[in-house]
Every structure is written in C-alpha cells, then in structure tokens.
C-alpha cells in the first residue's frame, strides 16, 4: 500500500488540440479511498489510465509511494485495475482469471489456489470458482473482477466505472460492498465514476475534474457545503443546487424586485472586479416556506412526490425578466406539497446562498473563500 | 460473343424460371393429397430436387468410385483388394502417401504461422501502413494456381552454367559465386516438395491473415490492458490472451487449409507433374485415370483420399456445431 501523487501531471492524445488532463496536482493518501468523478470527457478515466500506465505522461510525474512510475510499464507498477467492462479473460475459469497474475508472477501453485479461495470466500465466489465468466451474472463477474484485484494484494486498486453495467437496484449494494471491503483491506483506492452519488458516498475524498482541469477535491461534506466554483456547486448535488444570474445592487442581490442582502464581505469581493453581476446559488433545502408578503414569490410548475421526499419545481423573477428563467428546485414537506400552478413565498437562508463571481465563476461568499493559488484548488475557466 | 450472352441469359432466367415452375408443380402436387397428408409430404417433395440433385452428382458417383476401386483398370471384372495391395506396396505410391502426409503436417501450420504473424505486426502498422500491407500479402488469392505455377517457375528457372540465369532463386544463388541449381529436382530430404509448399503458403497466407486479423480486431482491448496491469509480458499476453480468444478462428483456418492441401493438385501438376520424388495423391489420381488409363487404380486412390478426409470432415462439422450452440 502506497500514497500516490500526480505531480503536474498532463495527458494528452496525439492529434487532439487540448491536454486531455492538464496539469494534475493531486495527492492521495496512503489507505484513502479517493473518487475522480466528472461529466464525459473531462480527463478522469484519462487520469486514472496514466496512472495505470496505459497512457503515456507528456508531462509532469506520477508517484506510488516513493517511486517514480512516469514512465514504467503497468507491469512495474504493482497496482491492479478494475474495467467497466470488467475485462475477464473469457477463456478461463474464475479460479484461473483471479490466479492469473499470482501465476505470472512465478507463484506456487498451491499458494496462488490459498489466495484465490480466500478472496473468493471473501466475495462469495467459492461455488463459482470452476466456472467461465460466461457462465456468471453481471453482478458475479464484476465480483470477479474485484477478486482478480484483492488477490495480488496490490499497492493500490484501480476502478474505472465499475458499477456501471450492473443494474440500479445491484449499484447500490454493491456500492456498499465496494467501500466496506476497501475500508476493511485499507488498500490506497482511485475510483472514477461520473455518478456524483457514487462519488459522494463511497470517497474518503472527492476529487471534481472539467475538461482535464481540476475544480475541487475535498471530502464529500466539503464539496456539498463548500463548493469552490460555479460548476462543482452544480455537479454535486442532486438534485442540483439553484444556480441564477442576478444583478447586483448596494447591498444584496435584486431577486424578485426586491433585494437579497448579502454579507459585506462577500459585497466587497464581487466588487473587486467592478462586476455589477454575480451567480447566486441555493440548495433545495435551503429556502423555508413563509407567509404571503415576505420573502419572494415563487410560481409552482411542477411537483415531484418521492415518498420521502416532494421537490417543487418552478420560476422566481429576477430582475432580469422572465424570459431566460429556468426552473428552480425546491424541498417541500412530503406530506404537504405545494400545489401546481401555485405562488408560493420562499426565504432563503442567509447560511446556506453561496455567491459566486460571474467573471471568473469562484465563490466568494463568506467564510471559506479559498486562499488564491492554493495547492489542490485550482480552478480555471477555460 | 453476343450469344454467348444472350446464352449466359437465357441459362439464368430459364434456370429461375424452371425452379419455379417445378416447386409450383410440386405445391400442386401436394394439394391433390387428401387433409393432412398434404402438409406430412409436402415438406418431402420439397425436399426432393435437392436430394435427387445430390444423389445424382454426389451419391451415386461416390459409390460407382468405391465399386470400381474393386475392379480391374477396365472395370470389366472385380479383383478384390488387389488395387489397394499392388498400390500400398508400390514404391511410388508409398512416396506419394509420405508426401501428402508431408504437406498435410507443413502446410497449414505454416500458414497459421505466417497467418498470425502478418496479422499482428500489420495490426502494429499505422492505418494506411497496414492497409497498403494486408491488401499486397492478400493479392496472391486472386492468383489462380496455374497463374502462380507460372510465375514461380521464374523463381525456380535453371538455366546451363555459363547462361544469364533467369531465375530468382539461381539469380542470387551464381551471384553469390554457386553453380546453377535445379531447385524443382532436388529431392534430398524433400527440399523440392518443400519448393511446393512454398507456393500454397503465398497463395493462401492473405486468406489466414485475413480471418486472424479480424479475430484479433476483435479481441476486447480491455482483456490485453489487464493482462498488462497483472503483469503479463507481450509474448506471454499472446500465447495466453489473444491466442486463446481467436482458437475458433484458428480452428476454421487450420481446416480450410487442410481441406486445400488435401485437394492440392495444381500446383504440383503445373511445377513438376509429380516427378523426382514430389508426387501428391490428387496428381497420382490424375495420372492413374487420364495417362495410365487405370481405372481401378485411380478409384483406390480416390477411396484412400476420401478415408483420409473423413475424421477431418467430422471434426470440421463437430466444431461449427460447438460454434453455433455457444453463440
């Protein structure tokens, strides 16, 4: 087991216009179960293939432990990876796909069969073990996939969207299996999914990457709370958190014809750049319901009554029009949802409205406002 | 030349048409039977032009070759075993079995080989690259057998010591000081069959490397990256990995070319008609039959070669059985 570290780490494919990872810092601590997570195309599998070896680094170094495996084969690297497709080696037997790498490595046979049963036992494979791929369910093969990683005791495992062929009902489970085992092996683990769900209950730390740039990694109550920027307090979160462009005025946010007010600090920051607009952002649960006259009206389209939970969906004025509204999301009581069609008044709770620059996207309000240049929160609007 | 078209026309046309009108006149047929009997025999008559067809060029003529292997070279009176014993015992046939078996143990595997390892260094090559390749080492199979017999007479051509060689093969043979060889006559340890098999190797290469290279294509990435990862080196992800993925494509190659080698009969007819020691059972049939007039000789011959083929052909149908029931 092994800390990892990418260190300016840049990725990118021959003939492509940009780095398809781009200048990675990020640091993973030894046991640490880490989440890249992000829409398509914005570096995480590409990210997690390097440090693989299965892409060439342009640029920048990548660490496991002490050792520098920029430029080392996969073979030299002593990690061990899970596919999305999970990549069994269709003509062999669950014993023999677990085993193979044991058997590569010049281990004896009755040592590779101990290790292979163990890991077995552990995934519940055992009656299974004379069987071909083939022959198994969705769920069983990505089980055998986990088994082939756990058996070589590796420095760090590897997963690349495992639980995605797997059905909704099985994700879940075995979404749980997957933390409790890495808790229980404490095995360094980078993880990548584009399910921020995934991502936010299975990460010790959750890392946000976009076009190859990295937004933000924090732990998953962090990046909930705390977002850093524009896109992360819109890609964790579900349902996403109420993002709208407001115009400023001396004191607050004009929303609805009436003023939103906002923190001095946060004011003065939004200022700096002289900007006279700004984004402001709001979780679902984050607004209560009031009486008629105060706060700001909010006209319901539609209701979604999820048991548990009821989200109303709908628009509120800014002082922008209604033209370029899009529909907000609020958390009402379950058992009391608004109806459709009604105006309902809405408080936001100063606590819980995030601010966020509208010329470079970062959040300014309040207390957390990131120290610029700090290590892991680069950010960049490209 | 128009009529031979107008030929070629009225064959297809009234070859479609005649199919028609007879499967109608059959569906006639059948509904002249009584209730269900119509729908128990249609099926039969339906059947019935193929099988008459099969019986009629396949059956029948099979058999009429097994009676004959038991006749005189006339066929006019039964000599029991004697055309197999005489032919067993005969120093020539001996060599012609010894060589067949040569070509059957050589010839496929090698295509295999050179099969696989075009496919997978072309697989290497950028995309033009490995295009422009595949497409020169697959041209030869548009090269009819007596086309290649031509050209590969150049390669093994002798001319007397003295003359400018034409051939390939003394070309750089007398330049590199030697005296001119008659490759095709060589028959120490074979070498001149060996010549031969040479031949069958270019010319069905691009068949092998076309079916491997697209099995290979097909092997997922994924499979070869966690071989990688468990630290598999290329050699052993080969042998270990891709090989085993494409064993059914192997298996239908290996087949296809044996069946080929066991057919072989122009190659060796065009080069040397089966003389110093690199005669093959298909070319001692047609000499049996067309230039000694041996009739009972030549259906021996034919029987033998069709016992040979037999396991073959079961395994063949046993493994496109096995295909299917996995699909």
């Known amino acids: 087991?092994?800390?990892i570290t990418y260190d300016r780490a840049t990725v990118q494919y021959p003939g492509a216009e940009r780095p398809s990872v781009n200048a990675l810092d990020l640091e993973i601590a030894d046991g640490e179960f880490l989440v890249l997570v992000g829409p398509s195309g914005c570096g995480k599998s590409t990210s997690l293939r390097a440090l693989a070896g299965l892409?060439?680094?342009?640029?920048?170094?990548?660490r496991i432990g002490d050792k520098d495996v920029t430029h080392l084969p996969p073979k030299e690297r002593d990690i061990a990876m899970v596919f999305q497709n999970y990549a069994l080696y269709p003509h062999m037997t669950v014993a023999d796909n677990m085993g193979f790498a044991l058997k590569i490595s010049g281990m004896?046979?009755?040592e590779t069969r101990k290790r292979v049963e163990d890991a077995a036992k552990i995934l519940d494979l055992t009656e299974y073990l004379d069987r071909k791929p083939k022959a198994l369910s969705g769920g069983q093969r990505q089980r055998v996939a986990m088994g082939r990683a756990i058996v070589r005791s590796p420095q760090a495992f590897l997963m690349d969207e495992p639980l995605s062929n797997l059905d909704a009902k099985l994700r879940v489970q075995t979404r749980t299996e997957i933390a409790a085992l890495q808790r229980r092996l404490g095995t360094t683990t980078v993880y990548v999914t584009h399910d921020q769900v995934e991502a936010m209950t299975m990460g010790d730390r959750v890392c946000v990457l976009k076009d190859g740039y990295l937004m933000q990694v924090d732990t998953p109550r962090n990046l909930y709370d705390k977002p850093d920027n524009v896109f992360v307090a819109g890609f964790i979160g579900s349902p996403a958190m109420n993002l709208i462009d407001v115009d400023l005025d001396g004191d607050g946010a004009v929303l609805g014809g009436r003023s939103f007010p906002l923190p001095r600090a946060t004011m003065a920051a939004l200022a700096e750049d002289g900007s006279k607009t700004a984004t402001l952002g709001f979780r679902p649960e984050g607004v209560r319901l009031v009486g008629e006259g105060e706060g700001f009206p909010f006209e319901v389209v539609v209701v979604e009554e999820l048991g548990s939970d009821a989200y109303a969906y709908g628009t509120m004025h800014t002082s922008r029009g209604t033209e370029g509204d899009k529909l907000l999301t609020l958390r009402v009581d379950a058992r009391k949802p608004p109806m459709k069609g009604e105006i309902i008044h809405i408080q936001i709770n100063p606590d819980e409205a995030h601010a966020f620059s509208a010329s470079t996207g970062r959040r300014v309000s309040g207390d957390a406002a990131p120290a610029p240049g700090g290590g892991a929160t680069r950010v960049s609007q490209a | 030349m128009t009529i031979k078209i107008l030929n070629a026309i009225i064959a297809?046309?009234?070859?479609?048409?005649?199919?028609?009108?007879?499967?109608w006149l059959l569906n006639k047929l059948a509904e002249l039977l009584p209730g269900r009997w119509e729908d128990r025999v249609k099926p039969y008559l339906f059947l019935l032009p193929a099988v008459a067809a099969i019986s009629l060029?396949?059956?029948?003529?099979?058999?009429?070759?097994?009676?004959?292997s038991f006749a005189n070279k006339n066929s006019t009176a039964f000599v029991g075993f004697d055309n197999y014993?005489?032919?067993l015992k005969s120093q020539n046939f001996q060599n012609t079995l010894f060589n067949t078996l040569l070509w059957i143990i050589i010839v496929p595997a090698a295509v295999i080989v050179v099969g696989l390892l075009i496919a997978t260094l072309a697989d290497r090559l950028g995309p033009r690259g490995e295009k422009l390749s595949k497409t020169l080492i697959f041209l030869p199979m548009a090269i009819?057998?007596?086309s290649a017999g031509a050209i590969w007479k150049f390669v093994y051509a002798v001319r007397p010591p003295g003359q400018n060689q034409i051939g390939l093969f003394n070309g750089i043979f007398t330049g590199l000081g030697g005296d001119p060889v008659n490759w095709l006559q060589l028959s120490t340890l074979r070498f001149n069959s060996l010549l031969l098999m040479v031949m069958l190797l270019w010319m069905q290469a691009g068949f092998a490397m076309v079916l491997l290279s697209a099995a290979i294509k097909g092997v997922p990435t994924e499979t070869l990256e966690a071989a990688r990862l468990d630290g598999a080196a290329e050699g052993t992800i080969f042998f270990r990995i891709v090989v085993p993925q494409i064993r059914t494509t192997l298996i239908t190659v290996f087949i296809t070319v044996l069946i080929g080698v066991l057919k072989t009969f122009d190659i060796v007819y065009v080069m040397t008609n089966g003389r110093s020691k690199t005669n093959v059972i298909a070319v001692d049939f047609f000499n049996q039959l067309f230039t000694n007039r041996n009739n009972g000789n030549a259906a021996a011959i034919v029987v033998m070669l069709l016992i040979i083929m037999i396991p073959v052909l079961v395994f063949q149908v046993r493994q496109f059985r096995a295909e299917e029931a996995a699909r």
Not at chain 1, 55 to 61: H, I, P, Q, S
Not at chain 2, 59 to 66: E, F, K, N, R
């Open chain 1, 1 to 3: 087991m092994a800390a």
């Open chain 1, 55 to 62: 892409e060439a680094v342009a640029d920048g170094t990548i």
């Open chain 1, 108 to 110: 004896k046979k009755e």
């Open chain 2, 12 to 23: 297809v046309v009234g070859g479609v048409l005649g199919a028609i009108v007879l499967y």
């Open chain 2, 57 to 68: 060029y396949l059956i029948y003529p099979a058999i009429q070759t097994l009676i004959y």
């Open chain 2, 85 to 87: 014993t005489s032919l």
């Open chain 2, 144 to 146: 009819g057998a007596v």
